[in-house]
């Protein structure tokens, strides 16, 4: 399922996933899916990715995808140099 939505097998311990977002939507009425969309979500937080799990709209079948976040940008701060 994983390499369906383009995060197949990598490295093991990358962060590749850091600034995505993975949405489970699953309605909770098979439990097998249910167990799969659990493990997807473990192994999506592990590579750095936010994962959430909503309930499907009228007429949405349960499916997952990958959704680039866009957050704001870190404001650039002036560290001091230590200088001896």
């Known amino acids: 399922m994983l390499e369906n939505l383009g995060i197949g097998v990598k490295l ?3 962060k590749d996933l ?4 993975v949405v489970f939507v699953d309605d909770g ?3 097998y899916r249910t167990m799969c969309f659990t493990i997807a979500a473990k192994l ?6 936010e994962v ?3 309930a499907p709209g ?3 079948a349960p499916h997952a995808r990958v959704v680039e976040m866009t957050g704001q940008p870190k ?3 002036q560290r001091p140099i230590s200088r001896k």
């Open 12 to 14: 093991r311990g990358k």
């Open 18 to 21: 850091r600034g995505k977002k």
């Open 29 to 31: 009425s098979n439990a």
């Open 44 to 49: 999506a937080k592990k590579r750095g990715a």
């Open 52 to 54: 959430e799990t909503i």
């Open 58 to 60: 009228s007429g949405e």
């Open 75 to 77: 404001p650039n701060t």
